[in-house]
């Protein structure tokens, strides 16, 4: 058999190998395709956030500042009637008891349990905050806080005694942050930049790392993913492979905000929230 024959076959057996590690690698990245999604409901409202907890339950807020909570098969639940004159900036239920409600122009956060009802508050500019960007909830019902003031991730209680502080965090970014978002998941806290990224602490608020994902307002965990929304797509890392893929979904058109949980995923549309069964 001549050498340009056995050359032939196996640049043949090459390239098959290459197209067949180029499909599954397509495969890989691209998941959930539209046909496993099953649309469960569509509540009409203007909204201009959600947030999920890990029950399933969706929180919206409208543009009048008003909340609401919904149960993941869409069913209302139950309506904030503790109003203050002040734009919600936030919320936190990663308890599902408590819900974390902060009011950014106003340095305050509201407790709430899980019907809404009023539990408590806490004035940030009488323990010592001047400013805070964003707040979470600790992994012990505490507080976290990133205080504008001194640049520095603080834990606190419900007393308002500080407990950790991170110290100046431009000595680990060489710049400036403005943190919009945060989560606490038992292990590490997540502070969101969207123009740095997200920067990872231990529950000491000891600086660890950055995370290179930027131009994202908030974002979800399950387990070791981190499921964000970028330009109308949603896109999950992976912490332990640092590969990025996307997580196709069933809708994207006008799709302005995106949440996810176990088998529940949710689009937040100009006129209504969709949930969707997956």
């Not at 058999?1 to 590690?21: A, D, E, G």
């Not at 099953?38 to 947030?51: F, G, P, R, V």
């Not at 098969?73 to 902060?102: A, H």
């Not at 899980?114 to 964003?134: C, K």
């Amino acid at each position: 058999m001549s050498k340009s024959i056995i050359n032939s076959r196996w640049l043949v057996i090459c390239l098959c190998f290459f197209v067949l590690i180029f499909f599954s690698s397509f495969q890989f990245n691209i998941q959930h395709p539209t046909s496993n999604f099953s649309l469960i409901k569509s509540i009409l409202i203007e909204a201009k956030d959600i947030q999920t907890d890990r029950l399933g339950n969706v929180f919206i807020i409208t543009k009048t500042n008003q909340l609401y909570k919904y149960s993941a098969d869409g069913k209302l639940l139950s309506t904030l009637n503790y109003k203050y004159l002040g734009n919600i900036s936030s919320i936190d239920p990663t308890n599902p008891l408590e819900v974390y409600v902060f009011y950014k122009e106003l340095n305050l956060v509201l407790f709430l349990d899980n019907n809404l009802a009023y539990r408590g508050e806490m004035d940030l500019s009488d323990y010592g905050i001047g400013q805070a960007s964003t707040v979470a909830r600790s992994y012990d019902n505490g507080l976290w806080v990133f205080d504008l003031g001194d640049m520095q991730l603080k834990k606190m209680n419900k007393n308002g005694d500080v407990l950790q502080s991170s110290g100046n965090v431009k000595q680990f970014v060489n710049t400036s942050v403005l943190p919009n978002y945060m989560y606490d998941n038992n292990d590490r806290v997540f502070v969101n930049d969207s123009t740095i990224g997200i920067l990872v602490f231990n529950v000491f608020t000891s600086y660890i790392k950055t995370i290179s994902i930027k131009g994202c307002d908030d974002f979800k965990m399950i387990e070791d993913e981190i499921f964000y929304n970028k330009d109308g797509k949603l896109l999950r890392y992976n912490l332990k492979t640092f590969t990025e893929s996307i997580f196709q979904l069933p809708d994207t058109t006008f799709t302005q905000e995106i949440s996810i949980e176990k088998e529940r995923l949710y689009l937040l549309k100009p006129n209504s929230v969709d949930i969707y069964s997956y």
